[in-house]
C-alpha cells in the first residue's frame, strides 16, 4: 500500500496522556530555592538517591519544604544545576581505570565555568558532594588546563600557593598562637619527659 | 583621599578605641572596617602590608568584636589575628567569631582526593612544575601514581651519527610521549637517571624496557633498592648477566604478564635462581634469547607444574636443539606423555586437563616454544585446520587481554599445519 492510499486516522491530542514532569525544590545553605527537573537530578547520584528515597510525589514536591543542601551556597548550586539540565539525559560515564582519562570541555561548560577561581573550586566540591561524575570531570580538567605552560612561579599565582617560607612562618605562628594552657601541659610533659618519668600522670 | 581612609603607610596611628573591627579582604575592597572609630583602613593590593596593619591595630585597641572574611588565604595573617584573639579571650566571645570566619576556595583548600583528580588531568610537565611550588604539593606529586604506556631507555639510540642514551615514555592520560637523549652514560647518570628513578617511583608502567648494559643497570639497582615497581611486561636484550633482571623481578608487584631477557652470559646457578622467581613462573610469557643452560632453564616447567599454571602460558627460549632435547628427556623423562619423532613434545602436567608442548625447528640452534595445553587437544594436531582454529581462537583472547603485537614473531613454531603428525607412545 503507498503512503497516499494509507488511510487517515483523526487522533484526539487531548486523550493522549501527558507525563507530567516533577520539578523537585532545593535550597542552598544561603537559603537560596531552585527548581530542577527529575531528569537533571538524575546526573548527581547523591541527589538521585536521596529523592528516590524520600519518595516523593508531585503534591508533596509542591507542598513539602524544600530539600535543604547545607553544605553549598546558592551562587555555586545555581551552576550545579544549570550543568544537570543542559546534560540532563545524557549517559554518565563509568570510570573504572581500564580507559585513558580524555576530557574535552563542551563549549556550554566552558562558558558556564568561566567564573573566577574561588567559584570554580567550590564547583569542584560540589561535583563531587553531589556526585556528578562528568561535571568533576571537566571542572578537573579546566582546573588542570588554568596550570597548563606555567612556571612554578606563575602556578604560585594562580592557585595562590603560599610558598614554603610562607608555610613556614604560617606554622610558627599557629605554634605561637597555641592555646597557652596547651602549651603549659606540652611544656610540662616535655620537662617529665627530660626527667625520665615513665608516666604523666 | 576622603577623610576617612588611611593608607597603609598610616601604621604608627595612635592607639585605637574599636568596638568592632571587620577584616575583609578581598580584591574589590582591599579594606579594614574600624567599626565605633569610624575609620576605614585602606592597605595595597600585596597582603602581606596587611599584617602590620592588623596587628598593630589589633594590639593597640580594644577590639570588642571581630569579623573577618578573608577570601584570599593568608595563614601568616590568619594565625596572627587568632593569637590576638586567645590573648583577647577575657572579652571575646570565641566561638562566636570563629563562626564567622569565611575563607576563600582554592587549590590549598581543596581535599588531596580532589587535587588528585585535576593532577589526573595535568600534562607531565605541569605535574613536575606544580611540584615545584611548595613541600606540600611535592609530597602529593611525588605519591601520585601516573600510569605509562611504556617507559624505555635504550643505550644504543643514535643520535645523528653517534649513539647516544635516550629515555623515553609515555603517559596514558592525558597521552603525551616525551624523549630525551643522553650523549654517554656520565651524563644520563647526571641528568637523566633521577627522572627514570622517579618514573620508576610513581609508575604503573605496562611495558618497562630496559635496554641497557651492565654498568648502567648496576647504577639504577643501586638507585632504587627499597622500590616496588609496577609492570606489566619487562624486557632487556642488553643485558646479558642476570642481575640487574633478577633484581627488577625480585623487587615487582604480582600480576607481571610478560618477561623478555637475555641470560647470555648468565651463570647456571644465577639462570635457575631467576627461573625460580615467582614473578617470572607466573608470568603469562617468558622469552629468553642465548640461554647457555637449557637444563636450568627448563626448572620453569617445573615451577609451571607444581603451580598448575593456566592454558596458554607460554614459555620461549633459544637453545641448541640437541643440548635441549636431552635436557628435557632427563627431566622430564617419566612425565613425556607424547613424543613426535618430528620436533614436538608433550608433557604431563598434574593436573590431568593440562599437559606441556613444546616445539621446535629442525635447526642446530633454535627456538623452543613451551605452552600449556588442554590435554584433550593434542589429538587434534592429526587435523591441522581444526587445530588452527580453535587455536586462534584462544590466541585472539590473549591477544584480546593483552596486546603483545611489538613482540618478537614466533609464528612458525606456533603455526599447526607445518607440524608434523605424531603418534601416542603409551
Given at each position: 500500500?503507498?503512503?497516499?492510499?494509507?488511510?487517515v486516522?483523526?487522533v484526539?491530542?487531548?486523550?493522549?496522556?501527558?507525563?507530567k514532569?516533577?520539578?523537585?525544590?532545593?535550597?542552598?545553605?544561603?537559603k537560596?530555592?531552585?527548581?530542577?527537573?527529575?531528569?537533571?537530578?538524575?546526573?548527581?547520584?547523591?541527589?538521585?538517591?536521596?529523592?528516590e528515597?524520600?519518595?516523593?510525589?508531585s503534591?508533596?514536591?509542591?507542598?513539602?519544604?524544600?530539600?535543604?543542601?547545607?553544605n553549598i551556597?546558592?551562587?555555586?548550586?545555581?551552576?550545579?544545576?544549570?550543568?544537570?539540565?543542559?546534560?540532563?539525559?545524557?549517559a554518565?560515564?563509568?570510570?573504572?581505570?581500564?580507559?585513558?582519562?580524555?576530557?574535552?570541555?563542551?563549549?556550554?561548560?566552558?562558558?558556564?565555568?568561566?567564573?573566577?577561581?574561588?567559584?570554580?573550586?567550590?564547583?569542584?566540591w560540589?561535583?563531587d558532594?553531589?556526585?556528578?561524575?562528568?561535571?568533576?570531570?571537566?571542572s578537573?580538567?579546566?582546573?588542570?588546563?588554568?596550570?597548563?605552560?606555567?612556571?612554578?612561579?606563575?602556578?604560585?599565582?594562580?592557585?595562590?600557593?603560599?610558598?614554603?617560607?610562607?608555610?613556614?612562618?604560617?606554622?610558627?605562628a599557629?605554634?605561637?598562637?597555641?592555646?597557652?594552657?596547651?602549651?603549659?601541659?606540652?611544656?610540662?610533659?616535655e620537662?617529665?619527659?627530660?626527667?625520665g618519668?615513665?608516666?604523666?600522670? | 583621599?576622603?577623610?576617612?581612609e588611611?593608607?597603609?603607610?598610616?601604621?604608627?596611628e595612635?592607639?585605637?578605641?574599636?568596638?568592632e573591627?571587620?577584616?575583609?579582604?578581598?580584591?574589590?575592597?582591599n579594606s579594614?572596617?574600624?567599626?565605633?572609630?569610624?575609620?576605614?583602613?585602606?592597605?595595597?593590593?600585596?597582603?602581606?602590608?596587611?599584617?602590620p596593619?592588623?596587628?598593630?591595630?589589633?594590639?593597640?585597641?580594644?577590639v570588642?568584636?571581630?569579623?573577618?572574611?578573608i577570601?584570599?588565604p593568608?595563614?601568616?595573617?590568619k594565625?596572627?589575628?587568632?593569637?590576638?584573639?586567645?590573648?583577647?579571650?577575657?572579652?571575646?566571645?570565641?566561638?562566636?567569631?570563629w563562626?564567622?570566619?569565611?575563607?576563600?576556595t582554592?587549590?590549598?583548600?581543596?581535599?588531596?582526593?580532589?587535587?588528585?583528580?585535576?593532577?589526573?588531568?595535568?600534562?607531565?610537565?605541569?605535574?613536575?612544575?606544580?611540584?615545584?611550588?611548595?613541600?606540600?604539593?611535592?609530597?602529593?606529586?611525588?605519591?601520585?601514581?601516573?600510569?605509562?604506556?611504556?617507559?624505555?631507555?635504550?643505550?644504543?639510540?643514535?643520535?645523528?651519527?653517534?649513539?647516544?642514551?635516550e629515555?623515553s615514555?609515555?603517559?596514558?592520560?592525558?597521552?603525551?610521549?616525551?624523549?630525551?637523549?643522553?650523549?654517554?652514560?656520565?651524563?644520563?647518570?647526571?641528568?637523566?637517571?633521577?627522572?627514570?628513578?622517579?618514573?620508576?617511583?610513581?609508575?604503573?608502567?605496562?611495558?618497562?624496557?630496559?635496554?641497557?648494559?651492565?654498568?648502567?643497570?648496576?647504577?639504577?639497582?643501586?638507585?632504587?633498592?627499597?622500590?616496588?615497581?609496577?609492570?606489566?611486561?619487562?624486557?632487556?636484550?642488553?643485558?646479558?648477566d642476570?642481575?640487574?633482571?633478577?633484581?627488577?623481578?625480585?623487587?615487582?608487584e604480582?600480576?607481571?604478564?610478560?618477561v623478555?631477557?637475555?641470560?647470555?652470559?648468565?651463570?647456571?646457578?644465577?639462570?635457575?635462581?631467576?627461573?625460580?622467581?615467582p614473578?617470572?613462573?607466573?608470568?603469562?610469557?617468558?622469552?629468553?634469547?642465548?640461554?647457555?643452560?637449557?637444563?636450568?632453564?627448563?626448572?620453569?616447567?617445573?615451577?609451571?607444574?607444581?603451580?598448575?599454571?593456566?592454558?596458554?602460558?607460554?614459555f620461549?627460549?633459544?637453545?641448541?636443539?640437541?643440548?635441549?632435547?636431552?635436557a628435557?628427556?632427563?627431566?622430564?623423562?617419566?612425565?613425556?606423555?607424547?613424543?613426535?619423532?618430528?620436533?614436538?613434545?608433550?608433557?604431563?602436567?598434574?593436573?590431568?586437563?593440562?599437559?606441556?608442548?613444546?616445539?621446535?625447528?629442525?635447526?642446530?640452534?633454535?627456538?623452543?616454544?613451551?605452552?600449556?595445553?588442554?590435554?584433550?587437544?593434542?589429538?587434534?594436531?592429526d587435523?591441522?585446520?581444526?587445530?588452527?582454529?580453535?587455536?586462534?581462537?584462544?590466541?585472539?583472547?590473549r591477544?584480546?587481554?593483552?596486546?603483545?603485537?611489538?613482540?618478537?614473531?614466533?609464528?612458525?613454531a606456533?603455526?599447526?599445519?607445518?607440524?608434523p603428525?605424531?603418534?601416542?607412545?603409551?
Amino acid at each position: 500500500m503507498s503512503v497516499e492510499n494509507a488511510p487517515v486516522v483523526d487522533v484526539d491530542e487531548a486523550a493522549i496522556p501527558v507525563e507530567k514532569k516533577m520539578y523537585y525544590r532545593f535550597e542552598s545553605n544561603d537559603k537560596k530555592e531552585f527548581r530542577v527537573s527529575e531528569l537533571a537530578i538524575q546526573q548527581s547520584e547523591t541527589l538521585n538517591r536521596l529523592v528516590e528515597a524520600m519518595g516523593y510525589t508531585s503534591e508533596d514536591v509542591e507542598n513539602k519544604p524544600a530539600i535543604a543542601i547545607e553544605n553549598i551556597d546558592g551562587k555555586t548550586l545555581k551552576l550545579v544545576f544549570q550543568w544537570c539540565e543542559h546534560h540532563k539525559g545524557e549517559a554518565i560515564p563509568v570510570d573504572d581505570g581500564s580507559v585513558p582519562k580524555i576530557v574535552e570541555i563542551p563549549e556550554f561548560d566552558a562558558k558556564l565555568m568561566d567564573i573566577d577561581n574561588g567559584l570554580l573550586f567550590k564547583l569542584i566540591w560540589a561535583a563531587d558532594y553531589l556526585n556528578i561524575v562528568q561535571l568533576l570531570n571537566v571542572s578537573c580538567k579546566k582546573v588542570a588546563n588554568m596550570a597548563q605552560g606555567k612556571t612554578p612561579a606563575q602556578l604560585r599565582r594562580v592557585y595562590l600557593l603560599p610558598s614554603d617560607e610562607e608555610d613556614e612562618a604560617a606554622k610558627r605562628a599557629a605554634q605561637e598562637a597555641q592555646d597557652p594552657r596547651a602549651r603549659e601541659v606540652e611544656e610540662e610533659f616535655e620537662e617529665r619527659k627530660r626527667q625520665g618519668g615513665n608516666s604523666f600522670f | 583621599m576622603p577623610q576617612n581612609e588611611i593608607t597603609s603607610d598610616d601604621t604608627t596611628e595612635k592607639p585605637l578605641k574599636i568596638q568592632e573591627l571587620t577584616v575583609n579582604v578581598n580584591k574589590k575592597s582591599n579594606s579594614i572596617h574600624l567599626k565605633g572609630s569610624g575609620r576605614v583602613l585602606k592597605f595595597q593590593s600585596s597582603t602581606r602590608k596587611l599584617d602590620p596593619i592588623v596587628k598593630c591595630a589589633m594590639e593597640d585597641g580594644h577590639v570588642e568584636r571581630l569579623r573577618m572574611k578573608i577570601e584570599k588565604p593568608n595563614r601568616v595573617l590568619k594565625n596572627g589575628l587568632f593569637k590576638v584573639l586567645l590573648d583577647e579571650a577575657d572579652r571575646i566571645d570565641r566561638l562566636h567569631n570563629w563562626d564567622t570566619v569565611v575563607f576563600e576556595t582554592n587549590w590549598i583548600d581543596l581535599p588531596e582526593k580532589l587535587k588528585r583528580e585535576c593532577i589526573d588531568r595535568m600534562s607531565f610537565k605541569t605535574r613536575m612544575r606544580l611540584g615545584m611550588t611548595s613541600k606540600t604539593e611535592k609530597l602529593i606529586i611525588d605519591s601520585h601514581q601516573a600510569k605509562f604506556d611504556f617507559v624505555k631507555i635504550d643505550e644504543n639510540s643514535r643520535s645523528c651519527d653517534e649513539t647516544s642514551i635516550e629515555l623515553s615514555f609515555r603517559l596514558r592520560s592525558p597521552r603525551q610521549e616525551f624523549f630525551s637523549k643522553f650523549q654517554n652514560s656520565s651524563e644520563f647518570i647526571e641528568k637523566g637517571l633521577s627522572l627514570l628513578i622517579f618514573l620508576l617511583k610513581i609508575g604503573s608502567i605496562r611495558i618497562l624496557d630496559l635496554e641497557i648494559g651492565d654498568e648502567l643497570m648496576d647504577q639504577l639497582i643501586g638507585r632504587i633498592k627499597n622500590l616496588k615497581l609496577r609492570f606489566k611486561k619487562y624486557m632487556n636484550f642488553v643485558s646479558t648477566d642476570s642481575r640487574g633482571a633478577q633484581f627488577i623481578m625480585e623487587n615487582c608487584e604480582e600480576g607481571v604478564l610478560e618477561v623478555l631477557c637475555d641470560p647470555k652470559d648468565c651463570e647456571e646457578k644465577d639462570l635457575e635462581t631467576f627461573m625460580e622467581l615467582p614473578a617470572v613462573y607466573k608470568a603469562n610469557r617468558v622469552v629468553l634469547w642465548h640461554v647457555q643452560h637449557p637444563f636450568a632453564a627448563l626448572k620453569l616447567l617445573e615451577k609451571w607444574i607444581q603451580i598448575d599454571s593456566e592454558y596458554n602460558t607460554i614459555f620461549d627460549f633459544e637453545a641448541v636443539t640437541q643440548t635441549t632435547v636431552d635436557a628435557i628427556a632427563l627431566k622430564f623423562g617419566d612425565r613425556i606423555e607424547l613424543q613426535n619423532e618430528d620436533r614436538a613434545v608433550w608433557i604431563r602436567m598434574d593436573s590431568p586437563q593440562k599437559l606441556i608442548r613444546i616445539t621446535y625447528a629442525p635447526f642446530y640452534d633454535t627456538i623452543f616454544r613451551c605452552t600449556v595445553v588442554d590435554s584433550v587437544r593434542p589429538a587434534l594436531h592429526d587435523y591441522p585446520a581444526e587445530e588452527s582454529s580453535s587455536s586462534s581462537s584462544a590466541e585472539s583472547e590473549r591477544s584480546a587481554k593483552y596486546d603483545s603485537k611489538d613482540d618478537l614473531d614466533f609464528s612458525f613454531a606456533s603455526d599447526s599445519t607445518k607440524w608434523p603428525k605424531f603418534s601416542r607412545i603409551r
